[in-house]
């Protein structure tokens, strides 16, 4: 069964710095997802990681996947205020056509 | 395009009323369809999944159910509800089973309060 673990869970962050958010999968996942969430609102796709080393980039987001160390991370570059929301991962169990969500990652970025 | 609608926005039921929350996607066929349950400050539990019509695959034993009367739409219900039930749901859809780089797509969800 698919577990999925983000750390940390809640992240203040300082405008300007730049900060990693790391999800670890427990089996094989057919691929990695990274959702955000805006409080009291629904979730938004930013990236979708199909293969190993794949490397996505939005703006300052970054998305990876390292599928042999079942790890994936969202960096931040720079942040700003506008970044400040909960930011999921998720991971497609192979044979299934379900996402499994990580428990979220509080980001609240400061002056 | 596609757009998915889930209703309604917001709902306070008593402890033991009934529940019916619906959720319709257009322009796709034969999608995946889900509904995922938020509680307070916490992450997003699978519920329920179906990959057509009448197929529901439950993930949690609980006091809900659902049915997928129709290709794009899906129901979520009680018969009974608890104060546990309280939380917030989302519906979503997906061409997983059919198309590789494509993700979920999300409703705006239905704030459920149990009193």
């Known amino acids: 069964e698919l577990k999925v673990e983000q750390n940390p869970l809640f992240l203040s962050m300082q405008e300007g710095k730049n900060y990693t958010i790391y999800c670890n999968y427990s089996?094989?996942?057919?691929?990695l997802y990274w959702y955000r969430q805006d409080p009291g609102k629904s979730l938004e796709s930013l990236f979708v990681?199909?293969?190993?080393?794949a490397v996505k980039q939005e703006g300052r987001l970054m998305a990876s996947l390292d599928t042999k160390a079942r790890l994936s991370t969202l960096h931040i570059t720079a942040a700003v205020h506008d970044l400040s929301a909960t930011y999921f991962c998720a991971g497609k169990p192979g044979g299934y056509n379900k996402l499994i969500f990580g428990a979220g990652t509080r980001l609240a970025v400061h002056p | 395009s596609q757009t998915i609608h889930q209703w309604p926005a917001t709902l306070v039921q008593p402890v033991g009323s009934p529940l019916s929350l619906e959720c319709t996607v257009e322009g796709t066929s034969n999608p995946n369809l889900y509904w995922y349950r938020q509680a307070a400050g916490r992450g997003l539990q699978l519920l329920f999944y179906s990959v057509g019509i009448g197929q529901i695959s439950s993930e949690v034993p609980q006091n809900l159910s659902a049915s997928r009367p129709q290709d794009r739409q899906f129901i979520l219900s009680s018969k009974k509800l608890l104060l546990s039930d309280s939380g917030f749901y989302l519906c979503?859809?997906?061409?997983?089973?059919?198309?590789?780089?494509?993700?979920?797509?999300f409703g705006q969800g239905t704030r459920l309060t149990v009193v």
């Open positions: 089996t094989t996942s057919d691929r």
């Open positions: 990681l199909l293969s190993n080393g």
């Open positions: 979503a859809w997906s061409l997983l089973h059919r198309l590789l780089n494509t993700e979920a797509f």
